[in-house]
Nanobody, 122 residues
Framework: QVQLVESGGKLVQPGDSLRLSCAAA????????MGWFRQVPGKGREYVAHIVPNGNRRGYSDSVQGRFIISRDNTKNTLALEMNSVKPEDTAVYYC???????????????WGPGTHVTVSS
């Protein structure tokens, strides 16, 4: 399995931009589909975006389409989420995840990071 650690979460204002990173170690990062999910207290993990192993296909939830960009660098074993025009409803703990299937379902991802907190507030 691959070990994942997220970073970059912080307090930002509505309309700001923010970049989350996910560092991977322990296995062949380039063979995994990667996803970003988020969670608020009392709710399940919500799909945000995913990217296939070679990076040439990506998907986004309707709520972030056009504002967020997922990317990966297989030479550095890193995943990123560029968050633009953030809204208060983007406030959540953000998780990166690795799996064998490029999917919007958290059940298809087997390795997860501990999460990073993003708060959007004025």
């Amino acid at each position: 399995q691959v070990q994942l650690v997220e970073s970059g979460g912080k307090l930002v204002q509505p309309g700001d931009s923010l970049r989350l990173s996910c560092a991977a170690a322990g296995s062949t990062f380039s063979s995994y589909a990667m996803g970003w999910f988020r969670q608020v207290p009392g709710k399940g993990r919500e799909y945000v975006a995913h990217i296939v192993p070679n990076g040439n296909r990506r998907g986004y939830s309707d709520s972030v389409q056009g504002r967020f960009i997922i990317s990966r660098d297989n030479t550095k074993n890193t995943l990123a989420l560029e968050m633009n025009s953030v809204k208060p409803e983007d406030t959540a703990v953000y998780y990166c995840a690795a799996g064998e299937l490029a999917s919007t379902s958290p059940r298809d991802y087997k390795s997860w990071g501990p999460g990073t907190h993003v708060t959007v507030s004025s």
